[in-house]
């Protein structure tokens, strides 16, 4: 029999195709064992949303419709309903309203782009490393995928398909998708800025990765500081542009373009009490939020699975993706680098995580979540860290043991999630 000798790039591709079939499977399983026919899967969420918006924008509207009399988390203002959410994924929707209607699958969108996001990964690990010139093995590579892919709070979010998770598979998908092109060996500036843009008017915590992005420019240009700045200019006329297309979008619906629409949404009785007394953003909600972003126990049970679904706030990150723990050898791989620029690439990374984290503990709610699903804001962050772990230990048979067991913790922990999450609706 002939050996078939599959490039690397066959082998991402072949995984994601793997991976969207996990996905599809384990769901219409999901559904049955729960007494849904597996055809469920085709049918969407109650709060799809951006489907919603994507058909008012095909009759020239920026508000939208409620369909059956939902309204929650839409904003009102002079009797009109909209989206506080960024509308990018909405616009990416509109050619597929219009062509077949707006009752879009949202749970077999979000399992096909977070299947997508998983070979995506692997190609901006690879491209990643190949700049900075860590050389790591294929297995790697491929490892890191899977931990991503089903051993992070990105596998139960995909099975969800509701505005509030689907709006953070689609920036996921944007901003993994403009790492793509910008790590390429030639830098596809505009295109990447292009999705970069999409991923921040998606979720707008995503800007602060723009701090690797103009950082990474640097390296690529060989600490060229007037191509630097050219090729800057390149990738950041495409946010600039989108930016000012926001503002607008803002005023066009609220009569102020630093307004959207927030403060004005339809927010459930369980919050309302801490909002009126705190507002949405503030310094007293980070212990709490803290507490259950990266330190809670998950609700450990004595019958299998073994994890509940009863504290519906989550737990910590570090619970949810034991693999994480191993973000610890960073401290003596930072000690021990020669060189300048992985030091300031790492400091990079932490400032992204560091940032965001502040601004997600200080929002008031946490909504439904297995896991810590707001950590997808600065997860690329954590990501680019495992990397420089995997540079410095890949070859050492107790680290590769040791990742290997946290990784299949891991994956069953996210598993029992995306079960839960899967029979919500």
């Known amino acids: 029999m002939k050996k078939i000798n599959l490039k690397e790039s066959q082998i991402f591709w072949l995984l994601g195709l793997i991976s969207f079939l996990v996905f599809f499977v384990l769901l219409v399983f999901f559904l ?67 062509l077949f209607g707006m009752n879009l699958p949202d749970r077999l969108i979000s399992i096909s782009l977070s299947a ?26 491929i490892l890191l995928g899977v931990f991503w ?54 979720r707008n915590t995503m800007v602060f990765t723009g701090l690797l992005y103009l950082y990474i420019i640097f390296l ?47 927010m459930g009785w369980w919050y309302r009490a801490g909002y009126e007394k705190y507002g949405y953003f503030n310094t007293h909600f980070i212990p709490n939020n803290l507490y259950y972003e990266w330190f809670r126990m ?20 570090f619970w949810a993706s034991s693999v994480l723990v191993l973000l610890v050898l960073l401290v003596f791989n ?25 601004l997600i503990t200080m929002i008031m709610g946490r909504g439904v979540q297995f896991g810590a699903r707001y950590s997808l804001d600065y997860y690329i962050s954590i990501m680019f860290l495992l990397v420089f772990v995997f540079q410095k230990y890949q070859e050492n048979k107790i680290f590769k043991a040791t990742f290997l067991i946290l990784l299949i913790i891991s994956v069953y922990i996210n598993t029992v999630g995306a079960y839960y999450m899967a029979i919500r609706w």
């Open 149 to 202: 892919g089903f051993g992070t709070v990105n596998f139960s979010v995909g099975f969800e398909g509701s505005v509030w998770y689907i709006s953070q598979v689609f920036s996921l998908t944007f901003l993994i998708t403009s790492l793509y092109f910008f790590l390429a060996k030639n830098p596809k500036y505009l295109l990447s800025g292009f999705f970069f843009t999409l991923a921040v008017y998606t």
């Open 334 to 358: 930072f000690r021990k680098s020669e060189k300048t620029e992985y030091k300031i690439f790492n400091v990079l990374n932490l400032l992204n995580i560091g940032i965001v984290l502040t």
């Open 220 to 266: 690529q240009q060989k600490s060229d500081w007037k191509k630097s700045i050219i090729s800057a200019l390149k990738f950041g006329s495409m946010f600039i542009a989108g930016s000012l297309l926001y503002l607008w979008y803002n005023y066009a619906r609220f009569d102020n373009a630093f307004d959207n629409g927030l403060a004005k949404h339809n």
């Open 116 to 141: 997508l996001n998983v070979t995506l990964m692997m190609f901006v690990i690879r491209r990643l490393s190949d700049l900075l010139g860590f050389g790591l093995k294929t297995w790697a590579v």
């Open 32 to 98: 049955k064992i729960n007494g849904k026919n597996g055809s469920y899967i085709f049918t969407h969420s109650p709060f799809n949303y951006f489907s919603w918006l994507a058909s008012s924008f095909l009759e020239g509207r920026l508000d939208v419709t409620p369909v059956n009399g939902v309204i929650h988390d839409l904003s009102n203002y002079k009797e009109k309903y909209y989206l506080y959410w960024p509308p990018a994924p909405a616009v990416v929707l509109t050619p597929f309203v219009f």
């Open 298 to 317: 998950p609700d450990f049970i004595n019958k299998f699975p073994f994890i509940g679904f009863i504290d519906l706030k989550g737990f910590g990150m």
